[in-house]
């Protein structure tokens, strides 16, 4: 038994386009910053201004002391600490007499 070749249909709307309306032309403006020294000002001062030295930190532990080579009667040591703000660790290296003293530098110096 043969069977007959039919075509398919064309659907309505057609599928080679039409009846699609586009969105508005994009305009871009490409004319150089009237002010390009004002804007790169505003810009940083968007940026959060965390630097080490405003940081404060409550949490400081030594992870290494060893006699200084250049302080005689002093340690080299290396201190970790948390910054509160940001939980971010921070590793200073410190000369000094005692273990208290030590902390202290390290949280003068901003963690």
């Known amino acids: 038994m043969r069977v007959p070749n039919r075509t398919t249909p064309t659907?309505?709307?057609?599928?080679q386009g039409g009846g699609e309306k586009s969105a508005a032309p994009l305009r871009?403006?490409?004319a150089p910053m009237k002010y390009p020294l004002l804007a790169a000002l505003l810009a940083?001062?968007?940026?959060p201004m965390a630097a080490p030295a405003n940081a404060t930190c409550s949490s400081?532990?030594?992870?290494?002391?060893?006699?200084s080579a250049t302080a005689p009667g002093k340690f080299d040591y290396r201190v970790s600490c948390?910054?509160?703000?940001s939980g971010d660790e921070v590793n200073t290296t410190v000369t000094a007499a005692t273990d208290e003293e030590a902390i202290e530098l390290t949280k003068k110096k901003g963690c």
Request: charged residues 15%; glycine residues 0%.
């Open 82 to 85: 948390i910054i509160d703000e």
């Open 11 to 15: 659907p309505d709307p057609s599928p």
């Open 44 to 47: 940083l001062a968007a940026l």
């Open 60 to 67: 400081c532990n030594i992870q290494t002391k060893a006699p």
């Open 28 to 30: 871009l403006n490409l």
